[in-house]
């Protein structure tokens, strides 16, 4: 997105580890005159987008997804169905995933924005207790592809927390076999 397109060049702050309501803000702050809000329609349904926007034409849907969309097979079923509404209507969907943060790299990743954003959390696993190995098969699959979709920083970050969580649990309540070749 053309940085034209922010209100005004500012930094953004963000303490402690990043909720959906904070998410919420900091892209409100950012995008005031393009900003639709929470909980947006999802069309000619019942269910809801957490947040959306629409820059440059085109809506933009965005879901903070927290640990039930990696351990619930139902969850992922329905966030697929519900990802296939909005893109046949042309929107853009972004499902930000709970175990990173946002900060400028994630902005610029995941909604092109180039706004610096101060973050005080790192990315990872750092407080959660709610670890790959508590993810169901599909949710597995789902970490693994967004975790390689990722900036070589914020995967490594990530990556480097789950370390660090093996070291503190043992691999086996951390990690499902699957994914023991990322750390």
């Known amino acids: 997105m053309d940085e034209s397109t922010l209100s005004e060049r500012r930094i953004i702050r963000i303490d402690g580890y990043l909720t959906e309501s904070k998410l ?32 440059e034409g085109k809506i933009t ?3 903070y997804d927290g640990d039930e969309h990696y351990r619930h097979s139902m969850k ?8 296939e509404v909005a ?9 930000f995933p709970y175990w990173i943060q946002l900060d400028t790299a994630t902005l610029a990743h995941f909604f092109s924005l180039d706004v610096k954003i101060e973050q005080s959390f790192p990315h990872g696993f750092i407080t ?6 508590s993810f169901c098969e ?6 693994r592809a967004e ?3 990722l900036p070589t920083e914020i995967r490594e ?19 499902p076999g699957s994914l023991t070749d990322l750390i």
């Open 61 to 63: 849907v965005v879901e």
């Open 128 to 133: 959660t207790k709610l670890f790959p190995a």
């Open 24 to 55: 919420s803000k900091a892209l409100q702050d950012l995008l005031p005159d393009h900003w639709l809000g929470e909980q947006v329609p999802l069309a000619n349904t019942r269910q809801r987008w957490d947040m959306a926007f629409k820059a």
């Open 87 to 95: 893109r046949s209507q042309g929107w853009q969907v972004v499902r």
């Open 157 to 175: 970050a990530v990556i480097a927390s789950l370390r660090e969580r093996v070291a503190e649990h043992g691999i086996e309540y951390v990690l």
């Open 147 to 149: 975790l390689q979709s």
């Open 138 to 143: 599909l949710g597995i699959e789902r970490f």
């Open 76 to 83: 992922i079923k329905a966030d697929r169905a519900k990802d």
